[in-house]
């Protein structure tokens, strides 16, 4: 019992990062209706930018954070032109197989640059740990935590108390109304790209700042986490997203403790696979993707 | 007389086709996989455990692989017929990265002439090694490829000019009708993913017994990725499309010096502008369409 | 030979068809009105086993509802898209070969000869092409068409299949005066002895030419049925249009 609890704990903590990243991709297909598979790599870039700061001005965390999350946005900006903008909006899956090619080019490219691999990366509060009786959760994960719980309450506030928020949801309903009232559906779109993307390059910092390293293999993990978390809570809702990270989190804590490294991740995907087949609108998910099939099945 | 160099390439075009085929047959009904590699490892596995570990022939173990990578194609079908575009494509991931999971568990080893044989987990599967013992060359294999490959493809094209061909481009361009014009478009889903696994299957086991050993690792996403993105090159009005797209990229790029280092550079960006351009590739059903006409214009019609 | 009780059809908390009885007989040619939005293409959605309903639909003896659209379209009952649905990546020619799935003469075995071998049923489409008038258009691609020749092309599509019962969802939506009249033409000759066609429209002069019998929805419950000119002067489909747009003078 013990061990579980703790287990819980572990998957918490890295389920945080989980849904970080679940909350960057949610909130793309949100807007877009459309899967951007290069989400992870674009963070890995970030990542990356950050790291070349860190090695060439030794520059400070601010500094750091800062780099990570401008190299993120600049790298997702190119997506959305190349992937979204460019693909007329019916081909959904166009755009998937796209973000997905466009993948290889940014692993490329910062291999590239960075031929490495392995890089050294300044960690925040890495070592810390805090304590709750006999269990325990490392500093960095609880930071992580309450900053999901800040990008979850601030996302909210944004699409629901803002006029851009307004505009981000009048796109996602119907962007041919949306156009027709006036709304900037293209610059909108870009812009909650760029929300998306400043989001995961926060993640990534944080990430990588617990780690304290990074490689190119990152844009891999992050997109199939991001993925399988945002999934298993439901594309394209918020709250779903934290729920399917923290969920995955302990599953694989769980399988990790009980199983071993390879059932690990084996479960993740028999999870993610039994979802898709059962309930493909995930946890929170399904009444929305039920009505949106309802709608886009009428003759 | 060719070339070891250039019998490499010409094989690994080879193989690779079948993949490219697979998910070729896959678009063509409407859907997007992700995961057609998986059945290249299932049948590369299947094949390689029944030449090297029972001793069945070339021939037989082939077969095998690709039914068994055939059945898996059939249970992969059932559960997904449900879904459709993104969350099928997903499944399809999830379905393949299940796959090379389990593979890097599975464990199956017995004694053969004194020493054990059979798939060890992450360490892979070594000993495959059929085409040693019967003493078959580089160039050899690749006519036994280029045979398969070749047989495949006449299938692949006879069923195109049939009404079954006609029949699964329906499903692919709009179910809803095909269920209206009388067309089974579950039926057609199902037989169609099966019969991709299949003919991806016949890949594997070729893969496995040239190169004598797999692993599971290299069996990942972006093996699928290649596949699928050689039909989208090449065009999905013919399955000339898919081998036009293999050519494209491994004849082309990864042979060009020039690239080297940048292929994935060049590669990426050719995909996502000719998904802009011509989303249904080059040879698409218009140009497939303009083709025909010419020639057909030529011996005055039908 | 069909017979239509108590149909519902409900998405949601909106009933787009609520308790729609409705008969047709044996060579009738029968009209359906209704302002936008009154549940004309639903119900032949729901005939065609594209959206699930409740009642009882009979079709020359059988139960249709439950059925699978591909088991309906078998059985005689062909329908026509009010937003144009033709396989744009198909030529003429092919698409109406195409729709001959699961008819008849259909053996298993055909499904694996070549589609440019059987003579005799590319003969009789080739003639429902030109029968339609696209004779000139038949090898073209079919997603490069003008609209009016798409709507040509899907009563062709239907026609192949010899249906017994045939359901034209406005068969001239968009069209200009002359074209609707070509068409209200070609519709005239479709009814026979042993085909039943229901035609769904707002443009009453083509209704009123060709109807025997006129029924008319208003939020998604039959209000009328009867003789067509008969129909159309009664108050409460009058009332139906009001705000919406004159039934007589469309
Ligand atoms: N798939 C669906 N999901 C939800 N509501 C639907 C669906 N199909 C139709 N409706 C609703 O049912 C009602 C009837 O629609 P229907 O298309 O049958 O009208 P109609 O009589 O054909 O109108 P029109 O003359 O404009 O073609 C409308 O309110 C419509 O919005
Ligand atoms: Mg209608």
């Not at chain 3, 071998?117 to 696209?134: F, H, I, N, P, T």
């Amino acid at each position: 019992m013990a061990d579980f609890l703790q287990n819980c704990l572990d998957g918490i903590a890295i389920g945080a990062a989980y849904a970080l990243l679940a909350l960057g991709f949610t909130l793309i297909f949100g807007v877009l209706r459309r899967l951007n598979l290069s989400y992870g790599p674009s963070i890995m870039a970030g990542v990356f930018a950050g790291t070349a700061a860190y090695m060439a001005f030794n520059a400070g965390l601010a500094e750091v954070a800062i780099a990570t999350v401008i190299g993120a946005v600049v790298v997702g900006a190119y997506i959305e032109r190349l992937c979204f903008w460019a693909i007329r909006k019916d081909m959904a899956v166009a755009s998937m197989v796209s973000s997905f090619v466009i993948w290889m080019q940014i692993e490329e490219g910062v291999t590239l640059l960075f031929p490495d691999r392995t890089y050294a990366f300044p960690g925040i509060l890495a070592d810390s740990v805090v304590e709750f009786g006999p269990f325990f959760l490392r500093a960095s994960s609880l930071a992580m935590l309450a900053i999901a719980a800040l990008a979850v309450l601030g996302l909210l506030a944004l699409i629901y108390r803002t006029h851009f928020g307004l505009a981000v949801r009048a796109v996602s309903e119907n962007p041919e109304a949306a156009r027709v009232a006036g709304v900037n559906t293209g610059l909108v779109t870009l812009l909650a790209f760029a929300c998306a993307s400043a989001l995961g390059g926060l993640a990534g910092f944080l990430i990588a700042a617990g780690d304290q390293q990074i490689t190119p293999l990152f844009g891999l993990w992050a997109t199939f986490k991001g993925l399988i978390a945002m999934m298993l809570g439901g594309m394209g809702s918020i709250p779903g997203a934290v729920l399917g990270g923290l969920l995955l989190g302990t599953v694989e804590a769980n399988a990790l403790w009980y199983l071993g490294v390879e059932t690990r991740d084996l479960i993740a995907y028999m999870l993610l696979f039994a979802v898709l087949t059962f309930r493909p609108g995930g946890l929170m998910g399904q009444a929305a993707l039920m009505a949106r099939r309802a709608a886009e099945s009428r003759v | 007389m060719l070339d070891d160099h250039l019998i490499g390439v010409l094989s690994n075009m080879g193989m690779i086709s079948f993949i490219a085929l697979s998910a070729y047959l896959v678009l063509v009904v409407g859907e997007i996989s992700f995961g057609q590699q998986a059945f290249f490892a299932i049948s590369a596995y299947a094949s390689g455990i029944a030449s090297a570990m029972w001793g069945w022939p070339f021939l037989g173990a082939v077969l095998w692989g690709a039914a068994v990578s055939g059945l898996a194609g059939l249970l992969l079908a059932i559960p997904t017929l449900r879904i459709r575009g993104l969350y099928f494509a997903i499944a399809t991931l999830a379905f393949a990265e299940m796959v090379r999971l389990a593979l890097e568990i599975f464990t199956y080893r017995v004694e053969v002439d004194g020493e054990l044989v059979g798939p060890d987990g992450s360490e892979g599967f070594r000993d495959i090694r059929y085409i040693y013992e019967a003493d078959i060359s580089s160039g050899e294999f690749l006519l036994v490829i280029l045979a398969l490959l070749a047989v495949t493809l006449a299938a692949i094209l006879w069923i195109e000019r049939t009404r079954l061909g006609a029949m699964l481009r329906m499903v692919g361009e709009d179910p809803v009708l095909a269920r209206l014009q009388g067309v089974n478009v579950n039926l057609a889903k199902i037989a169609t993913v099966a019969a991709a696994g299949l003919i991806a299957g016949i890949g594997g086991a070729l893969y496995a017994h040239l190169n004598t050993y797999v692993e599971p690792k290299i069996f990942n996403v972006m093996l699928g990725v290649h596949g699928l993105a050689y039909g989208l090159i090449g065009g999905l009005g013919t399955a000339f499309g898919p081998l036009l797209g293999v050519a494209l990229d491994i004849g082309v790029l990864e042979s060009t010096r020039a690239f080297s280092g940048y292929r994935m550079i060049v590669f990426g960006g050719l995909v996502a502008v000719l998904l802009i351009v011509r989303p249904r590739g080059l040879l698409d059903e218009a140009a497939v369409y303009r083709i025909r006409r010419f020639f057909v214009r030529k011996d005055a019609g039908d | 030979m069909l017979a239509i009780d108590g149909l519902t059809v409900r998405f949601g908390g909106l009933t787009a068809l609520e308790d729609v009885s409705l008969r047709a007989a044996e060579g009738e040619v029968l009209g359906l009105i209704g302002p936008n939005g009154s549940g004309k293409t639903t119900l032949i959605n729901a005939l065609t086993g594209v959206y699930p309903a409740t009642g009882r639909v009979r079709f020359r003896g059988a139960d249709l509802l439950g059925l699978s659209s591909e088991r309906i379209v078998r059985m005689g009952l062909v329908r026509t898209f009010q937003n144009l649905r033709v396989f744009r990546r198909m030529t003429v020619l092919e698409n109406v070969l195409a729709a001959q799935n699961g008819i008849p003469d259909m053996r298993l075995v055909d499904l694996l000869g070549s589609r440019h071998r059987d003579a005799a049923r590319r003969l009789r489409a080739r003639r429902l092409v030109e029968r339609v008038g696209l004779g000139g258009d038949a090898d073209r691609l079919a997603g490069e068409l003008p609209l009016a020749s798409q709507r040509r092309l899907e009563l062709a599509r239907a026609l192949v299949r010899d249906p017994a019962l045939l359901l034209l969802d406005e068969p001239s939506g968009g069209m200009t005066p002359a074209e609707t009249r070509e068409m209200t033409g070609l519709i005239a000759t479709l009814a026979c002895p042993g085909r039943t066609v229901i035609v769904v429209e707002h443009k009453m002069a083509l209704i009123v030419g060709l109807c025997t019998r006129l029924a008319v929805l208003n939020f998604g419950r039959l209000i009328a049925d009867g003789e067509p000119t008969e129909v159309l002067q009664r108050p409460a489909v009058i009332e139906a249009y009001l705000g919406t747009e004159s039934p007589v003078d469309a």
